[in-house]
Nanobody, 119 residues
Framework: QVQLVESGGGLVQAGGSLRLSCAVS????????MSWYRQAPGKQRELVAT???????SYPDFVKGRFTISTDLVENTVFLQMDSLKLEDTSVYYC?????????????WGQGTHVTVSS
């Protein structure tokens, strides 16, 4: 079982920055990619950043240029640097791991961390 523990959420003013962290209980290189998702009240969960096991990052247009995903392979931690935050970035942010170590794909999720952007 892979455990993911997010931290770093909080209250920030619009235009500010936050860095989220996700501590992973197994070696990140053994997994098939790490992602950050978010879910606002009444909305569907949406992908905000993905990084492959090879280190290639991708983002949807609505965060591109503002959010950066990265990993520390020694500490097995995934980060999401969020800059130029907007009111609409307010959400619960979840860390996700794609795990195919034992053949079939298994999705692992963290418990989420709250991000509130104020005006």
């Amino acid at each position: 079982q892979v455990q993911l523990v997010e931290s770093g959420g909080g209250l920030v003013q619009a235009g500010g920055s936050l860095r989220l962290s996700c501590a992973v209980s197994v070696s990140i290189v053994a997994l098939n990619g790490m992602s950050w998702y978010r879910q606002a009240p009444g909305k569907q969960r949406e992908l905000v950043a993905t990084i492959t096991s090879g280190g290639t990052a991708s983002y949807p247009d609505f965060v591109k240029g503002r959010f950066t995903i990265s990993t520390d392979l020694v500490e097995n931690t995934v980060f999401l640097q969020m800059d130029s935050l907007k009111l609409e970035d307010t959400s619960v942010y979840y860390c996700h791991a794609a795990d195919r170590r034992f053949g079939r794909l298994v999705d692992h999720w963290g418990q989420g961390t709250h991000v509130t952007v104020s005006s």
